[in-house]
C-alpha cells in the first residue's frame, strides 16, 4: 500500500488559515470516512486531532476542522498560530484493512 | 486518563530479536473495546502501523504485511501491558516506536466494539537503533 501523498511544508502568518491536503486513491481515503489527522512537535508523539475525516476530539480547539472531496481529504488551521508549529499527519484506512499514513507536512508559523 | 509507558532496549543487533513492552494505565489490555497497536516511524519509511492485540471474547492480532513473517505481538493481563517481537532484525528497522490505542467503534448492529483505526494515545515512543 502507497503512503497518502501530502505536500511537504505549508506556512502561514499568525491569525492566517492553512490548508494541508492528503491525497489518496479510491482504495483508502475515496471510500472511506475513516480518514485521521495527527500533529507532532518535534520529538514528540503525535497527537490526534481528527478523526472520521472531519471530528474533533476533546480538547481539540475548534481552529481545526477537517474535510474530504473524493480521493482527497483536507486539514484546515484558521486563526493560527505559534504553537500549530509541527509535522502533521494523515492516515486512512484502506480496502485491505489495512492503516497507511501520509508522509507528513511540516508546517511553519512565520 | 490512559496513560502508556514503554519499556525496552534502545540497541539491537542485526538478525536478533527486537522487544519492546507498553504498560498501560487508566485502560485494560483485554478491554472489549479498545484495540492495542505498535507504529514505527523513520526517516525512510515514515509512519508505519506494524500491527495490533485486542481481545473480544477471544484474542485477535493482525500485523502488516511487510513485518508479518517477522512480528509476534502478545498482550500479557497479569500485569496489563502488550509487548512486540520483531525478530531478524536488520538496519532497515531502525526507527522510532510506538505504542498506541485504538478506542475501538461500537457497531449498534451487532451490539460489539469494532475498530475505530486511528489512535487516541499514544506512548512516548522509543528509539531503537539496529546496529553491530
Known amino acids: 500500500q502507497s503512503a497518502l501523498t501530502q505536500p511537504p511544508s505549508v506556512s502561514g502568518s499568525p491569525g492566517q488559515s492553512v490548508t494541508i491536503s492528503c491525497t489518496g486513491t479510491?482504495?483508502?481515503?475515496?471510500?472511506?470516512?475513516?480518514v485521521s489527522w495527527y500533529q507532532q512537535p518535534p520529538g514528540t508523539a503525535p497527537k490526534l486531532m481528527i478523526y472520521e475525516v472531519s471530528n474533533r476530539p476533546s480538547g481539540v480547539p475548534d481552529r481545526f476542522s477537517g474535510s474530504k472531496s473524493g480521493n482527497t481529504a483536507s486539514l484546515t488551521i484558521s486563526g493560527l498560530r505559534a504553537e500549530d508549529e509541527a509535522d502533521y499527519y494523515c492516515?486512512?484506512?484502506?480496502?485491505?484493512?489495512?492503516?497507511?499514513f501520509g508522509g507528513g507536512t511540516k508546517l511553519t508559523v512565520l | 486518563q490512559v496513560q502508556l509507558q514503554q519499556s525496552g532496549p534502545g540497541l539491537v543487533k542485526p538478525s536478533q530479536t527486537l522487544s519492546l513492552t507498553c504498560a498501560i494505565s487508566g485502560d485494560s489490555v483485554s478491554s472489549n473495546s479498545a484495540a492495542w497497536n505498535w507504529i514505527r516511524q523513520s526517516p525512510s519509511r515514515g509512519l508505519e502501523w506494524l500491527g495490533r492485540t485486542y481481545y473480544r471474547s477471544k484474542w485477535y492480532n493482525h500485523y502488516a504485511v511487510s513485518v508479518k513473517s517477522r512480528i509476534t505481538i502478545n498482550p500479557d493481563t497479569s500485569k496489563n501491558q502488550f509487548s512486540l517481537h520483531l525478530n531478524s532484525v536488520t538496519p532497515e528497522d531502525t526507527a522510532v516506536y510506538y505504542c498506541?490505542?485504538?478506542?475501538?467503534?461500537?457497531?449498534?448492529?451487532?451490539?460489539?466494539?469494532?475498530?475505530?483505526?486511528?489512535?487516541?494515545?499514544w506512548g512516548q515512543g522509543t528509539l531503537v537503533s539496529v546496529s553491530s
Open positions: 492516515s486512512s484506512y484502506t480496502s485491505s484493512s489495512t492503516l497507511v
Open positions: 479510491s482504495s483508502d481515503v475515496g471510500s472511506y470516512n475513516r
Open positions: 498506541a490505542r485504538d478506542r475501538g467503534e461500537y457497531d449498534i448492529l451487532t451490539g460489539y466494539y469494532g475498530l475505530a483505526y486511528y489512535f487516541d494515545y
